[in-house]
T-cell receptor, first 113, second 113 residues
């Protein structure tokens, strides 16, 4: 069945460091891919998404490219800030083979000044 | 603007007791509605989704049920809770289907003792 595998955390980075959070997926059809973020004390919210292969989602300096050949959707940011500290969830939705939505287990990121 | 409410925020219930969690959405009509659960150490799991009043799709067989008595109201229920029902329950809505952005409520932390 479909699934999403995220790199385990927690991740601790210094401010202005480069961030990569790995996400790979398995799917039987052609899924849409998402990154959701949960800031401390707030609800889960969409960060970015990509709906087809080679699409790049971007928002708030974060980027992720839908790579069908490697079944990956890694989240990257060139220079993290303290305000980026949050839990990041990779997610997949597939409607071609039945309505399914899967989240990864989440990766906690702490950025220190 | 749209808002989504969930209550209660936290709940402690004994094994075998009933459950009712409520979710309401304001500021939109005919939303798609979703219930998710996050158990300890696991990703968010889609439990139910609804595309309209009285229309419920179950993604995971369990002792939980969902109902949608009104357009913007989604209720998660159980007649008899199990220890394994403990977790964090999130309600979400979207304008479109599963490939559309989902907007999440604040969640309910359920502990079954």
């Amino acid at each position: 069945g479909d699934s999403v595998t995220q790199m385990e955390g927690p991740v601790t980075l210094s401010e202005e460091a480069f961030l990569t959070i790995n996400c790979t997926y398995t799917a039987t059809g052609y899924p849409s891919l998402f990154w959701y973020v949960q800031y401390p004390g707030e609800g889960l919210q969409l960060l970015l998404k990509a709906t087809k292969a080679d699409d790049k989602g971007s928002n708030k300096g974060f980027e992720a490219t839908y790579r069908k050949e490697t079944t990956s959707f890694h989240l990257e940011k060139g220079s993290v800030q303290v305000s980026d500290s949050a839990v990041y969830f990779c997610a997949l939705s597939e409607v071609d083979t039945g309505n399914q939505f899967y989240f990864g287990t989440g990766t906690s990121l702490t950025v220190i000044p | 603007s749209q808002t989504i409410h969930q209550w209660p925020a936290t709940l402690v219930q004994p094994v075998g007791s009933p459950l009712s969690l409520e979710c309401t959405v304001e500021g939109t009509s005919n939303p798609n509605l979703y219930w998710y659960r996050q158990a300890a150490g696991r990703g968010l799991q889609l439990l139910f989704y609804s595309v309209g009043i009285g229309q419920i799709s179950s993604e995971v067989p369990q002792n939980l049920s969902a109902s949608r008595p009104q357009d913007r109201q989604f209720i998660l229920s159980s007649k008899k809770l199990l220890l394994s029902d403990s977790g964090f329950y999130l309600c979400a809505w979207s304008r479109g289907g599963l490939t559309d952005t989902q907007y999440f409520g604040p969640g309910t932390r359920l502990t079954v003792l």
